[in-house]
C-alpha cells in the first residue's frame, strides 16, 4: 500500500515533465545556495517538487522530516536554528507555530498574484499551497440522498450512521469554527449534540478509518477531508473503475455558502539564516511548477484556482468552497474547543 501511495514513479514523472514545460519560474542562478527546509510532509510526496526547484533555481535544499514536534524542536533550537522554512501537512501547524512567534512576516507579489488573500495570514507569517475540502463519504448501496448539508448531519434520521475522527482534531476545529462563523454559538452546540446523537460509535482513527468504516457497512456517511478519498481510489483498482459500487462523495453546501475548505501550508521562520532562498522557495511553491507537482503528488486542490485538479479530483463535481477567510476561523479555534468539552464530543452517542 504505501508503495503504491507514496511511489506512483511514472504518475510523477508525468507530473513534472508537464508542469516543466509550463513553468516561468526564472533560470537557474550562476551562484550555489541553500535552504533548510523543516517539513511535516513525507519526503517520498515531495522529493519531485524539491528537485524541480533545484533544477530552475539551483538552491540545494536540506530536508528535516517529522511527523510530529517540529515547532517544538523550532522553539528548542532558538536564534541558532538552522530551519528557514516550514512545510506543514494541515492549517492548525502554522498557527501553532505562529502563535509561538517561530515565523516572520513576507511580502511578495509572486505569491499575492497566486494566492487569494483567503488563503494568506492578513499579516503575511503563513500562506496556503494546497486545499482539501471537508466532504462526506456515503455509502451507494445504504444512502440514496445526492446532496447532504452539513446541517442535515444533525437530523435524526442520520441516528447511528456517521463516523468521524475526533472532534478535537485540527481538521475537524477549523470545520467546526466555519459552523460559529456561519450560526453562532448557540445553534452550533446544538448541531454538534445533534450530530454526536448520530455518530455510529465513538470518534476513532484517523480519516482513512473512517471512509473505511462506510465500505464495511459500520457506518453510511463519514466526514472527510478530500485528499482521503481520492488517495483510496487512487490505489483501490475496483473503486476507480467503479466494478463495485460502494462509495460516493458529496460536497455539502455546494448549492449554498460552499463546502469547508482548508490548507496545507508554508511560513518563513523568524531566524531564517538563509531567508532569501527561504522566500525563494516558498514562491516557487506558488509557481504554476509548483502547485501543479504539489496538488498532484498529494491529491490536493491547488491553492491557486486558475490551475486545474488533479485527475481523480477533476472526475469529481466542481468544488465550490466557502468564502470564508482562514484567519476568521483561527479566531474561534478556542471556542471550538470549549464547545466540544461542553458537550463531549469524543464520548460518541451514548454519553
Not at 484556482?305 to 488533479?310: F, G, H
Request: contains cysteine; hydrophobic residues 40%; charged residues 25%.
Amino acid at each position: 500500500m504505501r508503495t503504491c501511495r507514496f511511489m506512483r514513479s511514472r504518475h510523477f514523472l508525468s507530473v513534472v515533465l508537464a508542469a516543466v514545460s509550463l513553468s516561468t519560474v526564472a533560470a537557474p542562478s550562476v551562484q550555489a545556495a541553500e535552504v533548510n527546509l523543516y517539513s511535516f510532509r513525507d519526503p517520498e510526496r515531495i522529493a519531485p517538487l524539491l528537485r524541480a526547484f533545484n533544477a530552475v533555481t539551483n538552491i540545494k535544499v536540506k530536508l528535516t522530516y517529522a511527523t510530529k514536534g517540529l515547532i517544538e524542536r523550532i522553539a528548542n533550537e532558538g536564534e541558532r536554528s538552522p530551519a528557514d522554512v516550514l512545510l506543514t501537512n494541515e492549517f492548525g501547524l502554522l498557527l501553532d507555530a505562529q502563535s509561538r512567534g517561530l515565523t516572520q512576516a513576507i511580502r511578495s507579489k509572486v505569491v499575492e498574484a497566486s494566492v487569494p488573500a483567503t488563503y494568506r495570514d492578513p499579516e503575511g507569517h503563513w500562506l496556503g499551497l494546497t486545499r482539501r475540502a471537508r466532504v462526506l463519504v456515503a455509502s451507494k448501496a445504504r444512502v440514496g440522498a445526492e446532496t447532504i448539508t452539513y446541517d442535515e448531519l444533525a437530523d435524526p434520521k442520520w441516528k447511528g450512521r456517521i463516523c468521524v475522527r475526533s472532534g478535537k482534531h485540527p481538521y475537524n476545529t477549523t470545520f467546526v469554527a466555519s459552523m460559529l462563523v456561519h450560526h453562532g454559538a448557540q445553534r452550533t452546540e446544538a448541531w454538534l449534540n445533534g450530530v454526536k446523537a448520530n455518530l455510529a460509535r465513538p470518534p476513532t482513527g484517523g480519516d482513512r478509518d473512517q471512509i473505511h468504516a462506510v465500505i464495511k457497512g459500520d457506518c453510511d456517511v463519514a466526514i472527510v477531508n478530500s485528499y482521503y478519498a481520492a488517495n483510496l481510489i487512487a490505489v483501490d483498482q475496483q473503486l476507480r473503475e467503479q466494478k463495485q459500487t460502494a462509495i460516493r462523495v458529496v460536497f455539502p453546501e455546494a448549492d449554498g455558502r460552499g463546502t469547508h475548505v482548508s490548507i496545507s501550508g508554508v511560513a518563513l521562520m523568524k531566524h531564517a539564516p538563509n531567508r532569501d532562498s527561504g522566500i525563494k522557495l516558498i514562491e516557487f511553491l506558488t509557481s504554476e511548477l509548483g502547485q501543479r507537482i504539489l496538488s498532484a503528488v498529494n491529491d490536493e486542490y491547488p491553492v491557486t484556482s486558475t490551475i486545474d485538479p488533479p485527475a481523480v479530483l477533476a472526475k469529481w463535481p466542481p468544488l465550490k468552497p466557502d468564502s470564508v477567510s482562514l484567519h476568521k476561523l483561527a479566531e474561534r479555534r478556542d471556542e471550538v474547543q470549549r464547545l466540544m468539552d461542553a458537550v463531549r464530543f469524543d464520548n460518541g452517542p451514548s454519553d
